[in-house]
């Protein structure tokens, strides 16, 4: 597959892409929460931060590439 290809896809399924996004964030945040680990805590924080960065930039409903 080009790169033009993998663009389109992108494109074209954005919002599925962030919705399962989102949805592994939101199982991790339960195991995190279950385990007694503080190491975790620190992996997660740093993930959703990334992704509040980055999906804060991308309001509209596809990304701009």
């Given at each position: 597959m080009d790169i033009s290809g993998?663009?389109?896809?992108?494109?074209?399924?954005?919002?599925?892409?962030?919705e399962l996004w989102l949805k592994i964030i939101g199982v991790a945040s339960i195991i995190v929460k279950i385990t007694p680990s503080l190491k975790d805590d620190d992996v997660l924080?740093?993930?959703?931060?990334?992704?509040?960065?980055?999906?804060a930039l991308n309001r509209g409903s596809s990304p701009k590439i």
């Open positions: 993998i663009i389109s896809y992108i494109t074209s399924n954005w919002a599925n892409i962030i924080k740093n993930i959703i931060r990334f992704a509040g960065k980055y999906l």
